[in-house]
């Protein structure tokens, strides 16, 4: 095999491993959490981030450092945006024995 | 050595982040640790020797975070499904643009195997952005939010699909064809608007999961075409996720994945024959003064709350967490039955009531609350309609037959609050407000919950 079909093999091996942990993982989080779930896998995902910080620095010439920077943009905002309102969701939850009459400092 | 080590840091991260959202005592801690696996991530990558210029990224990462920490702190907890739809498509743009640049960043040298993956990554990506965006037209209102359809749909939508596949196809034999690659990306765009439009806005739940889960395969095929495996593994991670929950909101709804995404749905009821029948149907409907109905929730000992869609646009959480509070302290069991579909997007009532500090040891799904409904003096439904409607277990003439509901009906009393009696969002009729133990009061939910509130202070 060439290099090339190992590396398609071996990132096969970790993609489809990597979705059977995740059906493991998400079954377990409760339909309370679907939304704050739906958040987080959305920052999660914006991982191509670092994708696009070599497309918009790595030298590719005008028309790929715009389109770079642009997606540089996007993905930061769905990381950073995506684990603060994740938080700001999670910080909500509580049970009646944390007080809910007065949110936590 | 240093950036492939802070990938397998960051992929651990993500994973203990899922992993910790399986009770919500865990789950921020859990939050905090994927955020910190991202910034390893970003760290690493800096400091990879492939990047020679850092100003635009500065630029792009300064405006990134301010917009996106700025959409995070001001966006109301109501317009979460709007801000969840924007991200995706953000996430599908930013996959799509780094699939273009690669492109043309590698020329003729590229192989046949990143070909596949850059094609697959900027198809994905783009039908992820403009779905998402038709998506949050929908949701926001700037787009009708009923299905718009027109004769071939489905047939064109599929030779589409067909034709992005087979360009696909050729671009991968012949890389240096880029009007072929470029086609496709246009395809994907093209299909993300065509896909999105015939779905009504009830489905809404099942159409967010299912582009939630296109933007991870975006990203994962990114991985592929950059034989990075942190994207490979949180992409796939993501895809799983969308995946299994547009699934579970399918089964929630009894239809398939087919029926919600080619069926149109709403579109059922004729306007004619709905608005003759709903007329008549609104003749028998029980309505009932405010008055009435807190003369229910004072002889009450047990009251069970069913919120839906309506409760988020009259943004009256808050309303109906003062009134249960009120109750509690006279000593009434209050529980809130949540279906899984309630709302525009998977676990949207259960943020809403967090957001009012209602605790989450009193919200209960379907299977654990449905058998409690008989024993239950009073219910509150609150903007709901479909998930209480008797027809999905009695008429197996209703489009929603078999859908599983709430047995609000074997409650002692029901107490509807609803805008009108304009059928639903799925044009349906509701069998239940005409019984004899449901009371209809009608009006804005939150003014009605208000007015309700200082009446039972009152006495």
């Known amino acids: 095999m060439s290099n090339e079909q190992n590396a398609l093999i071996f990132g096969l091996y970790v993609f489809v491993l990597a979705g059977f942990l995740g059906h493991h993982v998400i079954h377990r989080v409760p339909p309370l959490l679907h939304t704050p779930l739906m958040a987080g896998t959305n920052a999660i995902s914006g991982i191509s981030l670092v994708g696009s910080l070599v497309a918009a620095g790595g030298g590719y010439g005008t028309l790929g450092t715009i389109l770079g920077t642009i997606a540089v943009t996007c993905a930061t905002i769905n990381t950073v945006g995506g684990f603060l309102i994740t938080d700001r969701m999670l910080r909500m939850f509580k049970t009646r024995r944390s007080d809910p009459g007065k949110p936590k400092p | ?459």
């Not at chain 2, 910190?36 to 990134?64: C, D, N, S």
């Not at chain 2, 917009?67 to 109501?78: D, H, K, N, R, V």
């Open chain 2, 1 to 459: 050595m240093i950036t492939p080590l802070s990938y397998l840091i960051a992929s651990v991260c993500f994973i203990v982040a899922l992993q910790a959202l399986s009770s919500p005592k865990h789950a921020r801690r859990g939050n905090a640790i994927g955020a910190f696996g991202m910034l390893v991530a970003v760290v690493g990558t800096l400091l990879l020797g492939k990047i020679i210029r850092f100003e635009w990224i500065l630029i792009g990462l300064t405006l990134g975070s301010v917009i996106g920490a700025a959409m995070s702190i001001w966006i109301p907890m109501t317009k979460m499904p709007e801000r969840i739809a924007l991200s995706h498509s953000f996430g599908g743009l930013a996959a799509a643009l780094v699939g273009i640049s690669e492109y043309h960043h590698l020329g003729a040298e590229i192989s046949r195997f990143t070909m596949g993956a850059l094609g697959l990554e900027v198809f994905l990506g783009f039908l992820t952005f403009t779905g998402s965006l038709m998506a949050f037209g929908k949701l926001q209102g700037i787009l009708p939010g009923s299905p718009i359809t027109y004769k071939g749909q489905n047939a064109s939508n599929i030779v589409l699909f067909l034709a992005a596949l087979a360009l696909l196809v050729l671009v991968v034999l012949d890389p240096s064809r880029s009007a072929l690659f470029y086609l496709m990306g246009v395809i994907g765009f093209v299909v993300g608007i065509l896909f999105v439009i015939p779905i009504g806005g009830a489905d809404m739940p099942v159409v967010i999961s299912l582009l939630n889960s296109y933007a991870g395969l975006a990203a994962a095929a990114t991985g592929f075409a950059l034989n990075n495996y942190v994207l490979i593994i949180a992409g796939a991670l993501d895809g799983t996720s969308g995946f299994l929950l547009s699934l579970k909101m399918s089964k929630a709804m009894n239809r398939s994945f087919a029926n919600v995404l080619f069926g149109a749905f709403g579109k059922v009821a004729a306007p004619a024959e709905g608005t003759a029948a709903g007329a008549a149907a609104a003749a028998s409907y029980n309505q009932a003064t405010v008055e009435e109905a807190v003369g229910v929730l004072e002889a009450a000992q047990s009251l069970i709350v069913v919120p839906g869609y309506g409760m988020a646009v009259s943004q009256a959480q808050h309303t109906v967490r003062e009134l249960t509070q009120i109750l509690e302290g006279r000593g009434v069991a209050v529980k809130y039955a949540i279906h899984p579909v309630a709302g525009r997007m998977p676990g949207h009532m259960n943020v809403l009531l967090a957001e009012a500090n209602v605790p989450y040891d009193q919200l209960f799904d379907l299977d654990d609350i449905n058998d409690e409904f008989a024993r239950t003096d009073a219910v509150l439904v609150v903007g709901a309609n479909d998930v209480v409607n008797p027809a999905a277990k009695t008429n197996p003439g209703s489009p929603i037959f078999g859908m599983p509901v709430f047995n609000v009906e074997q409650a002692r009393a029901v107490i509807v609050l609803k805008r009108s009696f304009n059928p639903g969002f799925a044009g349906i009729e509701n069998e239940l407000f005409g019984k004899p133990n449901t009371m209809m009061v009608l009006g804005d939910a939150k003014k009605t919950l208000r007015e309700m509130t200082t009446a039972l202070k009152g006495d």
